[in-house]
């Protein structure tokens, strides 16, 4: 069975691949994350997912290589991991009562093939208040998350509806990406069968 690498230290996403059954090691890649400006948040998400995983390929060119990234888009602006209290403030108001989109884009390189696809998530959140969100940046949460909130933490309290796949916005489509590591033939034995 080829060895599955992950490209990246995403607990988050460790987490769902563990989930699902799915024997993998973990390699952050180092890669330059330059998208060129006016660029789709799907072809941008699909590029740097690519470029991860083609990064540490190059390093385990006999296994397999996952690579993942996620945008959360407003007003068609990426949303990026907000650096200060006051930029994750700015990023939780103008998401307050609005929907936005969750765009993740997955990579999977071999030596036989390479398969790059993305899955699009509608959020909805609540109105929100001052208090709420400077609570919840308290907690430092917001910090190593696109958009600034984990659905799957405490963000999740802000979210009133979701349409498409929870787990894109969490950070990894893993009932997709399971199904093209089957196609692939990367997926045998009794992981493959559940």
Do not use: C
Not at 42 to 52: F, G, N
């Amino acid at each position: 069975m080829t060895h599955i690498i992950l490209a990246s230290s995403s607990p988050r996403r460790k987490e769902l691949l563990t989930q699902a059954f799915i024997p993998f090691t973990v390699q952050p890649a180092h890669a330059d994350e330059t998208i060129e400006p006016g660029t789709h948040p799907a072809a941008a998400v699909e590029q740097l997912a690519l470029k991860k995983a083609a990064a540490v390929f190059t390093e385990h060119p006999n296994a397999a290589v996952i690579g993942a990234d996620t945008v959360v888009v407003s007003d068609e602006r990426i949303l990026g991991k907000p650096e200060t209290e006051e930029e994750a403030m700015q990023m939780l108001s103008s998401l307050s009562g609005r929907t936005h989109a969750v765009y993740t884009g997955v990579a999977i390189v071999s030596k036989n093939e390479r398969v790059v696809f993305h899955e699009k998530t509608v959020v909805e959140f609540w109105e929100l208040t001052k208090a709420d969100m400077a609570a919840y940046i308290e907690t430092g949460d917001p910090f190593d998350k696109a958009g600034g909130y984990g659905i799957q933490t405490a963000g999740a309290l802000f979210v009133k509806a979701i349409h498409g796949d929870y787990f894109n916005v969490v950070g990894l489509p893993i009932s997709s990406l399971y199904r093209r590591l089957k196609q692939m033939g990367l997926l045998t034995g009794s992981s493959s069968s559940r």
